[in-house]
């Protein structure tokens, strides 16, 4: 059996928001609410996340045992699984994490992530390119369609997610965040990365990602630093 249930409607404004609601009325975990578009997605740090029909939108609500200063670990649970979905589509791309959660293919974001929390619980959200991209975005940007994926149905592509999240999921509650931790390593994105701060820009060379989930990055003057939240652009980027 599986360990999710999808309710899937034609269109919504937000699929977070739909599964925050049930949250909120106490909802068990394992729901999925998937949309066919979104009229009001959003993105990380309040921006909008265009969502017209063609690409995949989706919201699972997972209740984790954990301590709140360990959620946001949980973001790089779900970037691993989106990595094995796009791998499964792209058997031969070169597929990279970008810290904090970015996905890219050749380099290009492919999708995104929204974690949010509500009442306790975990609202994970899911945007994966399948056929559209935007041209404009603050990142360059594409989709499977665009890296020359074979097409599959989004129903296909929907079920790939979800069992590998519940997959790593399942080696986050076992082993905690090292497994998690060392195969996001193996995949990330390195070299030389601009992060936007709130009190201004820094650049530095990718020195890894610590037991908290910050990116650590190596300075001109040779300090190390830990970034908790930011932007990360490629230097020739922006
Ligand atoms: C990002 O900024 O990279 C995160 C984008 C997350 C988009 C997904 S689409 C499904 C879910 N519903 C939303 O409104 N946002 C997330």
């Keep these: 059996m599986k360990p999710y249930r999808i309710s899937q409607i034609e269109a919504t404004s937000s699929t977070n928001d739909d599964v925050k609601a049930a949250a909120e009325k106490n909802e068990a975990?394992?729901?999925?609410?998937?949309?066919?578009?979104?009229?009001?997605?959003?993105?990380?740090?309040?921006?909008v996340w265009e969502s017209p029909e063609g690409n995949l939108y989706c919201s699972a609500l997972l209740r984790p045992k954990t301590d709140a200063s360990e959620i946001g670990l949980y973001s790089f649970v779900v970037a691993n699984a989106m990595y094995d979905t796009v791998r499964q589509c792209l058997p031969i791309a070169d597929i990279s994490l970008k810290w904090p959660n970015d996905v890219l293919v050749e380099g290009q974001k492919i999708g995104g992530i929204l974690l949010e929390v509500a009442d306790g619980a975990l609202i994970i959200g899911v945007g994966l390119n399948v056929l559209h991209h935007p041209e404009d975005g603050l990142y360059p940007s594409t989709s499977l369609r665009a890296a020359g994926a074979e097409p599959k149905?989004?129903?296909?592509?929907?079920d790939m997610l979800l069992l590998n999240l519940w997959h790593w999921y399942g080696v986050m509650k076992k082993d905690g965040?090292?497994?998690?931790?060392?195969?996001?390593?193996?995949?990330?994105?390195?070299?030389?990365?601009?992060?936007?701060?709130?009190q201004g820009q820094i650049e530095g060379d990718f020195a890894g990602l610590d037991e908290n989930?910050?990116?650590?990055?190596?300075?001109?003057?040779?300090?190390?630093?830990?970034?908790?939240?930011?932007?990360?652009?490629?230097?020739?980027?922006?």
Excluded: M
């Excluded at 149905?153 to 929907?158: D, Q």
């Excluded at 090292?178 to 992060?195: D, I, N, P, Q, Y």
């Design 153 to 158: 149905p989004l129903n296909e592509i929907i």
């Design 213 to 238: 989930g910050r990116l650590k990055l190596h300075l001109a003057d040779g300090s190390e630093r830990a970034i908790a939240t930011g932007d990360v652009f490629f230097r020739t980027e922006t």
């Design 177 to 198: 965040f090292s497994l998690v931790r060392e195969f996001w390593l193996k995949h990330a994105a390195t070299g030389l990365l601009k992060v936007r701060l709130p």
């Design 29 to 47: 975990e394992g729901l999925v609410v998937w949309a066919l578009k979104q009229t009001a997605g959003r993105g990380r740090h309040g921006r």
